[in-house]
């Protein structure tokens, strides 16, 4: 389990960032900005796939866990975890491929069929493994945990990636840099007319302006991120030898996260508040949902075992 301290130390240097954001995203985004950086590309394209791997596994280890206790649950929930396993298989492969060949990635539709391709067999390898780690685990709170983490991936990358995005449409660095016509917005301003500005403007410079020019905030791409630096530490559920390195694996998720603000912000497609926001939003859902767990004591703690009475 993630010590409470250490969710408090990182949600600071987020909020820090946000504040500082909050009157500098400009300024800053115009000092390290370098349009189609190879290193910026190759995050956005490849970056996700650890997030997404991490769903397949997920769902490998939620099939194997229901089929080892199939006999211990009623059939309803273990047919339940077995379709939700395949879901996560499926919605992995769909997730991880899209970033290969978009305006993101290397904008090359040409790429899409290849990204599906290698997301089948790539995600098929990871469930795989999930099941085989998980099948024969001994933890009696392994299904619960599970359950958990994809519950955060629902929760945490939908409001990210998609809802919030719905209603706040703030352009791109690049869009305001490169394009034109727009001024810089702030993470709470939505640019209101884009549709409009689209219709009017559906290709400059070479460039397709789409819908997903004024989907700068949140990061989505640093959601997937901090999904990660949420989930390695429970790396020690799976794998005994991790046991008691729990709060490395977080700070090694935490410098994953980093790197990923950076290399977002590095290509215009982010500012600062963008990516510190992705982030916040993930960890107060996995924080909420630890904490949630624990005071039922149904998961993300072990047991202790009663103790017998003393024979007088």
């Known amino acids: 389990m993630i010590k409470k301290r250490h969710f408090l130390i990182v949600m600071g240097i987020l909020l820090i960032g946000l504040i500082v954001g909050s009157f500098l995203d400009l300024q800053i985004n115009q000092a390290i900005f370098s349009d189609r950086n190879g290193f910026g590309i190759a995050m956005a394209a490849f970056g996700t796939l650890p997030c997404y791997g991490g769903l ?3 769902g490998g280890a939620l099939f194997g866990t229901s089929f080892a206790r199939r006999k211990e649950r009623h059939m309803a929930i ?3 975890s077995y379709i939700a396993a395949a879901a996560c298989y499926i919605i992995s492969i769909y997730l991880g491929s899209k970033d290969i060949p978009s305006i993101n990635g290397y904008n090359n539709e040409a790429l899409k069929i290849p990204a599906i391709i290698v997301g089948i067999f790539l995600f098929a390898g990871i469930a795989v493994f999930g ?8 933890n ?3 299904w619960a945990i599970i359950v958990a983490m994809i519950i955060v991936y629902i929760i945490g990358l939908i409001p990210v990636s998609y809802v919030i995005k719905l209603f706040i449409h703030r352009p791109r660095f690049r869009l305001v840099v490169n394009y034109g016509g727009i001024p810089f917005h702030n993470w709470w301003e939505s640019y209101k007319d884009y549709k409009t500005y689209i219709d009017a403007n559906p290709l400059i410079n070479g460039f397709n302006i789409t819908k997903e020019e004024f989907k700068s905030f949140p990061s989505g791409h640093t959601g997937s991120a901090a999904i990660m ?9 799976f794998f005994k030898k991790l046991k008691g390195k729990e709060t490395l694996l977080f700070y090694i998720g935490f410098a994953w ?3 990923m603000m950076f290399s ?3 290509v215009g497609a982010h500012y600062l508040t963008d990516t510190c926001m992705g982030a916040l939003i993930l960890m107060v859902v996995f924080f909420t949902v ?8 149904w998961m993300f703690s072990e047991k202790k075992p009663e103790q017998e009475p003393v024979q007088e």
Do not use: C, E, I, W
């Open 56 to 58: 397949a596994f997920l």
């Open 131 to 138: 099941y085989l780690v998980s099948v024969k685990n001994d």
């Open 78 to 80: 273990t047919v339940g």
């Open 140 to 142: 009696k709170q392994l």
């Open 290 to 297: 630890q904490v949630f767990g624990v005071s039922k004591g």
């Open 257 to 259: 996260t980093l790197l």
């Open 264 to 266: 977002r912000m590095l």
């Open 229 to 237: 630096m949420m989930l390695l530490p429970y790396l020690s559920v």
